[in-house]
């Protein structure tokens, strides 16, 4: 059975220069993130590839899930346990083809019509959001809000994981809404203590469900 985690720290190093890819997954990991997403919007595949395969290794050895963002070819590459997929990136179905049944598929709404797309494709879990303002992707679309993203937990039967603008103070408001977890990117790789700042993610989540 595929195990969707409820803290999933997002890697970048676009926002932030101070940490790479592989300190901000160690350091998100003892602080008790369930899963490391790896996102690298620029740079060559083979950089990619290595990197992945070095998270990979680093995920696995901790028990942690490994996903890559976007790229559904560094995901294979690198043996990663899943990909996340936006939705005008590789169609979620023939992923699934090439990813077989076991390995996660995660879909990225921004409406209540793109999570039930995402659930009819095949997905996994949706990653639903921006649940609140963000800075952290520029093509995040517009805030859709608590209420919204209530419907889309009532309406779409898989995990719904909140993000956008999501941090410790009011992840007990997405948690109460009724999302299974939590994706972070800003608020964990943008601050002076990624380790800290992911414990205190991991604390908000566990007081409350």
């Not at 997403?37 to 680093?58: F, N, P, V």
């Not at 964990?188 to 203590?193: A, D, F, S």
Request: hydrophobic share 40%; with cysteine.
């Amino acid at each position: 059975m595929k195990k969707i985690g409820r803290l999933h720290v997002i890697t970048d190093t676009e926002l932030q220069t101070h940490f790479s890819h592989l300190n901000l997954a160690r350091m998100a990991i003892a602080g008790g993130a369930d899963t490391i997403q790896y996102r690298q919007k620029a740079g060559s595949t083979r950089e990619m590839i290595d990197m992945a395969r070095d998270l990979k290794q680093l995920c696995t050895a901790a028990c942690v899930t490994f996903i890559v963002n976007d790229r559904l070819d560094v995901a294979i590459a690198s043996n990663s346990d899943g990909v996340h997929l936006g939705q005008n990136d590789f169609p979620i179905p023939l992923a699934r083809e090439l990813l077989g049944e076991n390995r996660i598929i995660g879909g990225s709404a921004v409406t209540l019509e793109e999570a039930r797309k995402c659930l009819d494709e095949g997905a996994d879990y949706v990653g639903f959001g921006p649940v609140y303002p963000t800075t952290s992707k520029a093509d995040a679309g517009p805030v859709t809000g608590i209420e919204l993203m209530k419907q889309v937990v009532e309406k779409v039967p898989i995990p719904i994981i909140a993000i956008g603008g999501v941090n410790k103070d009011n992840t007990p408001e997405v948690i109460q809404a009724g999302a299974h977890g939590i994706a972070v990117i800003s608020a964990v790789c943008c601050h002076k203590y990624p380790e800290q700042a992911t414990r205190e993610l991991f604390q908000a989540l566990k007081n409350k469900k």
